[in-house]
């Protein structure tokens, strides 16, 4: 398979390209900064690094149609891409709520628009959107992180609908708290009090969260569509 992921260059987005590069698959990602990062992935997998602002509509569509010509075609795209941030609703800018909607929501809108038009002529493809546990439970603090990827959830069940006569799946993955460098900068009380509020008592692997990717990008899943799959440990229970 031919695939695209976006932020692959770290966390959940780096542990996909080594998963479906693993499995023998062309892979393309798309990064935003990380350069050295991005480069030593590149290496060390053989996937093809793009620098793209998914934020730009205009550089997402020709970045697509390079990696199309690239690899061939576009079989699968995992919408990983993706900004945190923890602030009080009342301290909320409209920068902060703009920044965060471009990113997680608009940012997947346009990499999403571009490559379905490639699957619908194919007639065929699966797209994996990266949520959070926060878009289905909510979370203090993470107002407009929360409606970004409520949208996204949104979209992954609209999509589903639309997309289904011409044989494309799209299905959204919600991790809960992973161990990525996103989160790297929680203290030991709250990653304590994280794990306490998790059912399997503890926070999740990257890995894990790649598993539940690549099963719904593959043909086990090719009946599946229009769902959301929690890779939370319980949390969201």
């Known amino acids: 398979m ?82 945190a941030q923890i602030k009080l609703f009342a301290d909320l800018t409209d920068g902060d709520w703009q920044t965060m909607v471009d990113t997680n929501l608009s940012g997947a809108f346009y990499v999403t628009r571009a490559t379905a038009k490639k699957m619908i002529a194919q007639q065929s493809g699966k797209i994996v959107n990266i949520g959070s546990m926060w878009g289905k439970t909510g979370a203090s603090c993470e107002v407009h992180y929360s409606a970004a990827k409520a949208g996204l959830r949104g979209m992954t069940m609209a999509l589903a609908k639309e997309l289904g006569p011409s044989h494309i799946t799209v299905n959204c993955v919600e991790p809960g708290v992973i161990d990525t460098e996103m989160n790297a900068a929680m203290d030991d009380e709250t990653r304590r009090a994280l794990c306490d509020a998790t059912p399997l008592c503890r926070i999740g692997r990257p890995e894990e969260v790649t598993a539940a990717v690549c099963f719904l990008a593959s043909e086990q899943a090719s009946f599946i569509t229009g769902q959301t799959l929690g890779v939370d440990g319980g949390f969201a229970i």
Do not use: P, W
């Open 2 to 83: 031919n695939v695209l992921i976006t932020g692959g260059s770290r966390g959940i987005g780096a542990a996909c390209v080594r998963a479906f590069c693993g499995r023998g698959d062309r892979v393309a990602f798309f990064y935003r900064k990380s350069d050295g990062a991005a480069e030593t992935l590149a290496t060390e997998t053989g996937a093809l690094a793009m620098r793209v602002d998914i934020t730009d509509a205009e550089a997402v569509a020709n970045a697509v149609d390079r990696v199309a010509v690239a690899l061939g075609s576009i079989d699968v795209l995992v919408n990983n891409a993706g900004i």
